[in-house]
């Protein structure tokens, strides 16, 4: 989508922090008495304010100052759903979560998650104004329709659409990893860095590309399903059948799974991890096999997009640290002799980034149509 000068200006405010008229025109190739015309009615509506001067006063011309954007201007309802809860938050434009809910999530079905996240945003919005709702979603995604979600057995849902019907605010719904690194790259990890790639390792493996400070969402929505790759000749299946796939490998869903089938042991991820990290037999092996797994998927993405950065997070990333020196030692063995070493971070996470996932997304959305 093409954007106004003003929506552009806002965008990269949020997106990489105050910044003097100079430097506006400068990144947004536009000119000084374009930046000073776009500044002046989002000064008046007090989405933005000039920061404190730069420099020494200068002896012609007006001071530079940088302006930065309001952070309490308005805030997002950001929303993550699971099989077993919807998780929310309200976020302001500086990223800070206001206030937090959840609900308990019985029934996957259409109706029944319609009616929950409703019921979620009504109670979340009650003491704030909302400029919009945003959704991460663990599935394929595209333009606001999941097109499929195989967590929660759906396919073909205009969620966007339905969501709209009921609540009286812009409804933006995208997939969770996608959602996850455009909040992580205006506020958190990844803060001012423009190129970086996200691996996400829980219940499902995802990935997601940023390039330019821009989220790359692949021309069917699908950039970053990676989950299915195979990264091996053994190991356990994942639900597909695989022999040797990422999921199977790394994903907590299928050691769980692995772990009850093979070998009789029932038993929680984190318990899995501990017994793992503890050194047990058979946890201490599977655990191994996985961060090599993850490892692989690391040296795909420096192969293929030799990013500023790789960050490897989720749910799933107690199991990474835990084999840390495995997970770097791998990583080391698959690169390419010739490349430049790129960084790779170790980000643990709280369940809010998910939902601060979903607010972002929403303002996204929102500095284009806003404006
Ligand atoms: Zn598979």
């Not at 655990?287 to 749910?315: C, H, K, R, Y």
């Amino acid at each position: 989508m093409s954007r106004s000068n003003s929506s552009k200006t806002l965008h990269r405010l949020i997106a990489l922090g105050p910044a003097t008229r100079g430097v506006l025109g400068a990144e947004l190739e536009i000119s000084a008495p374009t930046v000073t015309r776009v500044l002046q009615p989002l000064l008046e509506r007090g989405m933005i304010r000039p920061l404190e001067r730069i420099g020494a006063e200068p002896l012609s011309g007006k001071p530079a100052y940088q302006v930065g954007i309001v952070e309490s201007y308005t805030t997002f309802v950001g929303l993550k759903i699971t099989d077993s809860s919807i998780y929310g938050a309200v976020v302001d434009m500086g990223g800070s979560v206001l206030a937090h809910d959840e609900r308990a999530l019985s029934d996957t079905t259409v109706p029944a998650v319609v009616d929950t996240v409703v019921d979620l945003v009504s109670a979340l919005s009650a003491d704030f104004t909302i400029s919009g709702v945003g959704i991460g979603i663990g599935g394929r995604v595209n333009s606001g329709k999941v097109i499929s979600s195989g967590f929660l057995g759906w396919t073909n849902v205009e969620l966007e659409n339905i969501l709209e019907r009921r609540l009286d605010v812009t409804v933006t719904v995208a997939n969770d990893v996608q959602a996850f690194a455009q909040a992580e790259s205006w506020w958190g990890f990844a803060g001012g860095q423009r190129s970086f790639v996200l691996i996400s390792v829980g219940s499902g493996i995802g990935c997601c590309t940023v390039m330019d400070g821009n989220v790359f969402e692949g021309e069917h929505g699908s950039a970053g399903m990676i989950g299915h790759l195979r990264v091996g000749d053994g190991g356990p299946t994942c639900e597909m059948g695989h022999v040797g796939c990422a999921r199977a490998y790394a994903s907590s869903t299928c050691i769980l799974r692995y772990l009850e089938k093979q070998y009789g042991i029932s038993e929680s991820y984190d318990n899995f991890v501990t017994r793992a990290t503890a050194g047990f037999s058979p946890e201490r092996a599977i655990g191994v096999a996985a961060v090599e797994a993850v490892a692989q998927l690391v040296s795909g993405a420096i192969g293929f997009l030799d990013p500023n950065t790789v960050v490897v997070s989720g749910d799933g990333i107690s199991m990474v640290m835990a084999f840390e020196s495995e997970f770097r030692k791998a990583i080391s063995t698959y690169r390419h002799w010739a490349g430049e070493k790129v960084d790779v971070l170790l980000q643990k996470m709280e369940f809010s980034a998910w939902a601060r996932g979903g607010a972002a997304v929403a303002m996204e959305r929102w500095t284009q149509e806003a404006l």
